[in-house]
């Protein structure tokens, strides 16, 4: 069974942060990756993973699916518009 330190490490391992968003009974959690790189999983900089409190299948679930698609790996960023590794500043725009 996957845990919430499992799925840390496996994230710091990518040079990542999981990052806790839960509000009350509502659990959330960020895997965010530094820019130029992204998740093969979504092809995205983060992977979220919520559930309610009280609803332990859900988080099971939750938990090993966000293991899941951590294990698929990290790829290159090679969006140029992206704005998580190019941040727009405000003036520009
Ligand atoms: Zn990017």
Not at 45 to 65: C, F, I, N, Q
Request: net charge negative.
């Amino acid at each position: 069974m996957a845990t919430l330190q499992q799925i840390r490490k496996a994230v710091e391992k990518h040079g990542g942060t999981l990052t806790d968003s839960s509000a009350g009974r509502y659990k959330v959690f960020h895997a965010d990756l530094p820019p130029g790189k992204c998740w093969y999983a979504n092809g995205l900089h983060v992977l979220t993973m919520e559930w309610r409190a009280g609803e332990p299948e859900y988080r099971k679930e939750s938990l090993e699916d966000i293991l899941e698609r951590i294990g698929y790996g990290v790829g290159t960023c090679g969006d140029d518009e992206c704005e998580w590794c190019h941040p727009v500043e405000e003036a520009a725009q």
